[in-house]
């Protein structure tokens, strides 16, 4: 993402609106500019936030008359006054921080939106996670730190020796050099990221196994590591996940329910 | 959605905080998805949600391409009416709505098993209180993931009362330095906590920000209006 300077007019608005505090105001220009290194083309600027596509000149005016007069302007914090964003066109390999972070776009490896993947939200379907399996996302970057691939791959790598298998649906294992040791290509390691969810799936029996495995690594890296666990109920309804969670002195309270309605209807809508 | 698994907070800040979402799988069930969308949201209306959005579109706040300058003195705290979201999709995406009571849910969910769509209804909430809902509405829970929390470097999270606003989006959409710049504003009096809320949940884009949870948030001793 760049900033035109021929428009912004340093309201600052986009300061606060950056998820990784990627954008500045400029001393010597008196203008905001992107941190490209920093910027993870997530977009929020240029997507979330309102336009007015004001006049860029008449603005600067209105606004250097009120600072004369010591009066400061309270405007719509989530407004860019002037339309200044200037989404460039992106080249491989920096292309992946937006696949990666711009949730209104979808993945080319899975051809799904968001985080590119479906976890347990159509297990019911899928299947994904078994009976006596466990189900693992370990996501790296969020909430608003970001991530460099090398980072994901330190977790990968000890993640493959400990022989969990990783999701093959899934937009990290897509980018994987060799799955089998959990090696990234190292052509996008620097690249980064607002978030990337690793998964794999295990015996329940690896539970314990892979949950310290994942807090080793992480309390290595400089970013922040959320962690999921998915699970597959009985036909109660029940799991013994929780329990072993309990015994690891996790605390889980919420989650993600799958309720178990779907079903696979193309075939009879097909049909009909 | 991850989007929706890891909310910040304790159990108790979570007890008007329930996501109801449905989706399609591709090569599964994808095909005349729209109408049982549709359907799934106006079901979900006659239960009073806080909100309902459309994945990539996002809930009744939304971002406006030619905003009026005007409206600074007059915008309202609603984009759109539910009725418009439900009427303008047009898409195969996951749709949500978003219940601050666990009874509103339950009621929800009982039509939701009736209707039987055919496509994957999943709760983001507290997992205890939605086995219960779900076992009161005949349903038997297929499968679980559960939220760790947060490890690693988290020295480099930011406090509280913004984590807990800013992880609302769990694609981090709505920034920490939006929710600080939002509670302070609420704290000295230049805008209410509904505004405040409007304001982060634009940027939200699967829709799925809590208006209701993040204004308790913003009154909370601590948070915004102290």
């Known amino acids: 993402m760049r900033i035109d300077p021929r428009k912004c007019v340093a309201c600052g608005n986009c300061l606060a609106v950056c998820p990784v505090s990627a954008i500045s105001i400029d001393p010597a220009i008196r203008r905001a500019t992107v941190d490209r290194d920093e910027c993870v083309e997530c977009y929020a600027c240029e997507n979330r936030m309102s336009k007015e596509h004001l006049n860029p000149t008449l603005v600067r005016a209105v606004r250097g008359f009120l600072k004369l007069l010591r009066i400061r302007f309270d405007p719509e914090p989530d407004v860019c006054p002037t339309s200044a964003f200037a989404p460039e066109e992106l080249q491989w390999p920096r292309s992946l921080r937006r696949a990666f972070s711009d949730p209104c776009i979808p993945h080319e490896s899975t051809g799904v939106y968001g985080r590119g993947t479906e976890e347990v939200k159509t297990n019911d379907v899928t299947n994904r996670v078994g009976s006596g399996e466990v189900g693992f996302t370990v996501e790296f970057g969020r909430p608003a730190v970001g991530t460099r691939f090398r980072e994901v791959q330190a977790m990968t790598m000890a993640l493959a020796r400990i022989g969990a298998v990783f999701e093959k649906n899934n937009p990290v294992t897509a980018l994987m050099a060799d799955p089998a040791s959990g090696a990234i290509n190292p052509e996008v390691l620097e690249e980064k990221v607002l978030s990337a969810i690793v998964e794999v799936r295990t015996p329940q029996a690896m539970l314990p196994l892979v949950l310290r495995t994942v807090k080793e690594v992480s309390a290595t890296l400089d970013t922040v590591v959320s962690v999921g666990v998915a699970v597959r109920c009985d036909g109660e309804g029940e799991n013994s996940v929780e329990a072993v969670l309990a015994a690891e002195g996790v605390r889980a309270f919420r989650g993600k329910t799958n309720l178990g309605l779907g079903r696979l209807t193309n075939l009879e809508t097909a049909r009909a | ?226």
């Open chain 2, 1 to 226: 959605m991850t989007n929706t698994l890891h909310r910040y907070g304790s159990p108790e800040s979570f007890q008007d905080d329930f996501i109801v979402f449905m989706r399609s799988s591709k090569g599964r069930n994808e095909i005349e998805s729209v109408p049982k969308l549709k359907a799934f949201l106006q079901t979900a209306l006659r239960h009073r949600p806080v909100t309902i959005s459309q994945y990539r579109r996002g809930s009744t706040v939304r971002p406006s391409e030619n905003l009026n300058p005007i409206v600074h003195w007059r915008r309202p705290v609603q984009d759109l009416t539910p009725e418009q979201i439900i009427e303008a999709i047009t898409e195969d995406h996951t749709v949500a709505a978003i219940f601050d009571t666990a009874e509103a849910m339950e009621a929800f969910l009982c039509e939701v098993k009736a209707a039987d769509w055919g496509l994957s209804v999943n709760v983001a909430g507290l997992t205890g209180e939605t086995h219960a809902c779900a076992k009161r509405a005949g349903i038997c829970r297929h499968s679980v993931e559960y939220s760790l929390g947060f490890q690693g470097a988290l020295d480099r999270l930011p406090e509280r009362p913004v984590l807990e606003l800013s992880t609302m989006c769990g694609h981090s959409m709505v920034s920490p330095n939006l929710a600080r710049k939002m509670l302070d504003l609420v704290r000295e009096g230049r805008r209410t906590p509904e505004q405040a809320a409007a304001y982060l949940g634009r940027f939200c884009s699967c829709g799925i920000f809590n208006p209701t949870r993040a204004i308790r948030l913003l009154e909370a001793p601590g948070g915004g209006r102290r």
